[in-house]
């Protein structure tokens, strides 16, 4: 079946620009969740939506950052006035339901960034 | 302070010299540990959840152990198409929380 999809795969932009991340996950998945992934770091938690449930932006770096989702199901990720320090790979991954250890994450293969 | 390290940070192996990579954690009150798999330009992909202390799961050439402070997984008579970086990750409370990940360990399989 299909997995979790995100575009575009690659995005350059310049320093100031705005862009706008998109991730698709598997149907029925509830649980949806933002990684960024710097070079030579681990994944960092960005942000968690439940349902309908209020997210957990607890991740988030800076109010320049923002995402939401729309339906329970498509996710939007912005980031606003792009800084170099953006430049990542922003992955999405969702999970059929919360609590953790019986719903292991699936992800896509991520949005590469570079800010210029 | 990292509450989930990974050792060594890259490991390069002959083909069909076994090894182990570790995974060891300082959250308080371990709620399960995952491993992942990564290759070059994909998403991690799920390998093994372990859900308490003296646990053992296997795949194929993989196997992954968990005590109360770690996490190995080891590799038996690796093949070059194990070459990939190995992630693990804890959930830092219960219920809805996301994955603390590790930064991994870049594993190198030479034929």
């Known amino acids: 079946g299909a997995g979790v999809s995100q575009s575009p795969s690659n995005k350059v932009t310049e320093k100031g620009k705005d862009v706008e991340l998109r991730c698709d996950p598997i149907s029925g998945h509830t649980a949806l969740y933002w990684y960024r992934q710097s070079l030579g770091q681990g994944l960092e938690f960005l942000i968690y939506?439940?349902?309908?449930?209020?997210?957990?932006k607890s991740g988030l770096p800076s109010d320049r950052f923002s995402a939401e989702r729309t339906g329970g199901s498509v996710s939007t990720l912005t980031i606003q006035r792009t800084q170099q320090e953006d430049s990542a790979v922003y992955l999405c991954?969702?999970?059929?339901?919360?609590?953790?250890?019986?719903?292991?994450?699936?992800f896509g293969n991520g949005t590469r960034l570079t800010v210029t | 302070e990292d509450q989930v390290t990974q050792s060594p940070e890259a490991l390069r192996l002959q083909e069909g010299e076994s090894s182990s990579l570790n995974c060891s954690y300082t959250?308080?009150?371990?709620?399960?540990l995952f491993w992942y798999r990564q290759d070059p330009g994909k998403g991690p992909e799920f390998l093994f959840t372990?859900?308490?202390a003296g646990e053992e799961k296997e795949k194929e050439r993989l196997k992954a152990t968990l005590t109360k402070k770690e996490s190995f997984l080891h590799i038996t008579a690796p093949k070059p198409e194990d070459s990939a970086t190995y992630l693990c990750?804890?959930?830092?409370?219960?219920?809805?929380?996301?994955?603390?990940f590790g930064k991994g360990t870049r594993l190198s399989v030479i034929a």
């Open positions: 990750a804890v959930p830092l409370f219960s219920g809805n929380t996301p994955l603390v």
């Open positions: 372990l859900y308490s």
């Open positions: 959250v308080s009150g371990l709620r399960g």
């Open positions: 939506f439940q349902g309908n449930s209020a997210p957990d």
């Open positions: 991954a969702s999970s059929p339901r919360t609590g953790g250890l019986d719903s292991p994450l699936h």
